[in-house]
């Protein structure tokens, strides 16, 4: 028996080992952390990675409160139609609960996040200054953010309706308001929470929290069209490439 | 003691199940009614993002041979399992599983890829609501 009890552990070891050999480009040392914000504001400078949620449903746990043309559009939907399959932006929060690390980088009257995913950024203005008026929509919209005590209020809109809010095919209009609070539950954590408000998909806002952990190593090059074999084989609605 | 099995057990599956995908969803390109297995020659390696692609020849009994492109995880997130670029290279004996593109090309997702010498490459991918191994 004792010898049984030990297969388990030897493929432990096994795993364990494996993760310290990672290629070399995995195990890049941390840049240097951006200074402190000071000012008793939240510490987020760094590198995070959540845990990778395709389905924010499931995560969600019950039912997403659809109206009656956001349940068709998801029964409906085609995974081949997703933009990301194309390389096409995540949009400002589905790249957060992607299979990649970020890091953040805190600067006055911004904060910054770099995302491993795609190679992409998105802004989030805290200088006090409002959404400009009358913008066009965009892949990751406008992002406005207020520091209250150890959490970071973010307020986004003006998203534009082409992205998807996750790889399961949640869609929504480009009437979305999307909230966040960033809270640092300590000094490798940080607890995020989403809500997506958008009348033409749901009939009421719902949540998603996740808690984001620090990362030992720097984050990775992914150039999404490097190598994107995949277009031409989805069952999509879209003109073939 | 069954408790105890039972917690190692979690934790080897939890060592051996770190999702891969994000780029797109299984469904969108391939037909998990649609297994496939052969065994061939790596012809080529791309370990390129989104997904690492191999090529393999594998020829039938009548000596037709079948040119496979197929699909694996991301190399990032493969790198940071300990995988390399060279962990898998063209000449290599594998064995390969998995499911076939629903356009019915010689593409297909790789679930399992075994070398001559019964290692295994390439962890599977999971979370991509694709089937498990």
Known sequence: ?241 | MRAAWLALFAVVLSATTVPMFGHHSFAAEYDQNSPVTFKGVVTKLDWMNPHVYFYVDATAKDGTVAHWACEAGNPNALARRGWKKNSLKAGDQITVQGFRAKDGTFTMNARSIVLADGSKVFAASSDDGGPLN
Not at chain 1, 160 to 172: N, P
């Open chain 1, 1 to 241: 028996m004792r010898r049984l009890l030990l297969i388990p552990f030897a493929l432990c070891l096994m795993a364990w080992s494996a993760l310290g050999q990672a290629g070399e480009n995995a195990t890049l040392p941390l840049p240097p952390n951006a200074p402190p914000p000071g000012n008793d504001l939240p510490d987020f400078n760094g590198v995070w990675q959540m845990p990778y949620t395709p389905d924010l449903a499931r995560r969600y746990g019950e039912p997403l409160p659809f109206t009656a043309f956001g349940a068709d559009k998801f029964k409906t939907h085609l995974g081949g139609d997703d933009p990301h399959g194309y390389c096409q932006p995540t949009g400002p929060t589905r790249a957060f609960h992607s299979p990649f690390p970020f890091e953040i980088v805190q600067s006055p009257g911004m904060l910054t996040v770099l995302f491993e995913i795609d190679h992409t950024f998105r802004r989030i203005f805290t200088d006090g200054r409002p959404h400009p008026k009358d913008q066009d929509t965009t892949w990751y919209g406008d992002s406005i953010g207020k520091y209250e005590g150890n959490t970071l209020a973010v307020d986004t809109i003006g998203i534009s309706e082409r992205s998807w809010l996750d790889t399961a095919g949640h869609q929504h209009s480009d009437k979305l308001h999307v909230t966040e609070t960033f809270t640092k539950t300590g000094p490798d954590s940080i607890l995020w929470k989403v809500t997506y408000d958008d009348p033409v998909y749901f009939t009421k806002p719902w949540s998603v929290a996740l808690e984001m952990k620090r990362q030992k190593y720097d984050i990775m090059e992914m150039i999404c069209t490097d190598n994107n074999q995949d277009m031409p084989h989805y069952i999509t609605s879209r003109p073939k490439p």
